[in-house]
């Protein structure tokens, strides 16, 4: 069952931009931190962004710090991922899902219950 849905990926050259965005599916997001992972083919999903409720905190992987930001409009009920200076490593599933945890987000992915089925996003010239 989807519960989220990604848009926005696709493919994209070496430093460009790309922004996905996230929207939940039969429930509302207010109350739940959102992450965004990464998975590429062999390799265990890795969080790389999270943001708390109502936009109070987000937490980044270190490898994406100053690259990613993450952002959230609870009225629109949609989680953005702004990418910049895409690298060749960004390449990969990108999903994101949400959970009821806290204090703060987390990016391990068993802490989170609802997933969206993910989009890819390619890094290539």
């Known amino acids: 069952q989807v519960q989220l849905v990604e848009s926005g990926g696709g493919l994209v050259q070496p430093g460009g931009s790309l922004k996905l965005a996230c929207v939940p599916t039969g429930f509302y997001l207010d109350t739940f931190v959102v992450g965004w992972f990464r998975q590429v083919p062999g390799k265990e999903r890795e969080g790389v962004a999270c943001i708390n409720p109502r936009g109070h905190g987000t937490k980044y992987r270190d490898s994406v710090k100053g690259r990613f930001t993450l952002s959230r409009d609870d009225d629109a009920q949609t989680v953005w991922l702004q990418i910049e200076n895409v690298q060749s490593e960004d390449t990969g599933v990108y999903y994101c899902?949400?959970?009821?945890?806290?204090?703060?987000?987390?990016?391990?992915?068993?802490?989170?219950?609802?997933w969206g089925p993910g989009i890819q996003v390619t890094v290539s010239s």
């Open positions: 899902a949400a959970a009821q945890v806290g204090p703060g987000c987390t990016l391990f992915p068993i802490e989170y219950s609802r």
